[in-house]
């Protein structure tokens, strides 16, 4: 019996030295996690053994989107740190933010067998705000390396964008070398990979596609069409404004022209000059008649004025009928025929009429929700 006392004795003796031992060595490893420098080159290690298992532990997402472990695996297949073979590591400084938080950055060189470097990268590694074994410090290295930064998507202005269902931020939007009429998206951060792309605009018809995020920038403008609500608004728009424009050359009265604000000096113009063709000496005009509108719609132009109008070129075919009394002298057509129905019934005079085909073109701006006409192009009218 003494010597089994003596046994366990000796076998608990040795249970503490082994549970001393293992202690010691897990504080030892925990004091190593303690720096900045471990974890960055353990993390380093990871990324070009490629074991994104251990790398995705060392994985601190608290400021960035969060990826589950395939969505990691993917952001670094981009990439190909595996490619490399060594690399080298310099601390560059660190700071702390304003709620105390500490941080480490690092400046890595990724270099091939010939210790050519291929890859030059920015990491940032921050400290945890629980410590280990409740005494030392843990760190993680941030997850904005996996992230495309700052990809810019170009739209037209006054669209809705949505990246995965998710409506982007305006204040993401940037003005600096950006036309009025175009919004430029720069996207602070994204995952790497294809994601679902939504673009509403009232005017223009909307684009669901997917953004490959690795792609670099893109403008979407030039792919965008015009609604056919759009279009429809622009002809009757431009119907109303001929119509108006005919009707005030034949009153000589430019004052109701409410369709021509953007381009009233134009306007007025033309219903001075069509006025005087169709109020010629001895002849009594009557009627100008527009019908069988026939419309042309243009491309998107996205201008480069401030008020940030898109505009649409709009050329209008229609078919016109110009009526008017002539005064002629009795018997100058040396005839003594009846008149017939379409001449007029007073004596000395007779009913004349012309008609065919013209187009205007019409510049159709629009800007603030609304179309208006910025410029306008019709040609003068006068019976053969």
């Not at 608990?12 to 420098?37: C, D």
């Not at 026939?294 to 004025?305: D, I, K, L, N, Q």
Request: proline share 2%.
């Amino acid at each position: 019996m003494k010597a089994f006392g003596r046994f366990l004795l000796k076998f608990f003796i040795l249970l503490l030295v082994i549970a001393a031992a293992s202690g010691g060595a897990i504080a030892w490893r925990t004091y190593q996690r303690s720096e900045p420098e471990y974890i960055m080159n353990q993390y380093l290690a990871h990324l070009i053994d490629g074991d994104t298992e251990k790398a995705f532990d060392l994985l601190d997402q608290s400021e960035e989107a969060l990826m589950d472990k395939e969505e990691y695996a993917q952001a670094l297949e981009g990439k190909q740190y595996g490619l490399n073979v060594s690399y080298s590591s310099s601390e560059v400084g660190r700071r702390t933010d304003n709620g105390g938080i500490e941080y480490a950055d690092f400046h890595v060189e990724f270099k091939d067998a010939e210790e050519a470097v291929r890859l030059e990268e920015d990491f940032t590694v921050k400290k945890q705000a629980k410590a280990a074994l409740g005494v030392f410090d843990q760190w993680k290295v941030l997850s904005g390396h996996c992230m495309v930064k700052n990809l810019a998507i170009t739209v037209p202005t006054g669209a809705e964008v949505y990246l995965d269902n998710q409506p982007a931020d305006e204040a993401w939007i940037t003005r600096d070398g950006v036309s009025r009429s175009l919004d430029c998206y720069r996207i602070p951060s994204l995952l790497p990979g294809r994601i679902s792309l939504v673009i509403r605009h009232p005017a223009l018809e909307s684009m669901n596609t997917t953004l490959d995020t690795n792609a670099g920038d893109q403008d979407y403008s030039a792919q965008m069409t015009f609604r056919k609500t759009a279009q429809n608004e622009c002809m009757e728009l431009g119907i109303s404004a001929l119509k108006q424009l005919y009707a005030a050359a034949v009153k000589e009265d430019a004052s109701e022209l409410g369709a021509f604000d953007s381009c009233r000096e134009q306007a007025e113009q033309f219903v001075k000059e069509q006025g005087d063709a169709f109020h010629k000496e001895n002849h009594v005009f009557q009627s100008a008649a527009i019908s069988r509108f026939a419309p042309e719609y243009g491309s998107p132009v996205f201008t480069e004025g401030e008020d940030g109008a898109i505009t649409m070129e709009l050329t209008l075919g229609y078919h016109y009928l110009l009526r008017e009394d002539v005064t002629v002298a009795a018997g100058e057509d040396g005839t003594e025929e009846e008149t017939s129905q379409d001449e007029a019934a007073v004596e000395g005079t007779k009913r004349e009429s012309s008609s065919g085909d013209a187009k205007a073109v019409f510049e159709m701006a629009f800007r603030d929700g609304a179309w208006s006409i910025a410029s306008v192009n019709v040609p003068l009218l006068a019976n053969d």
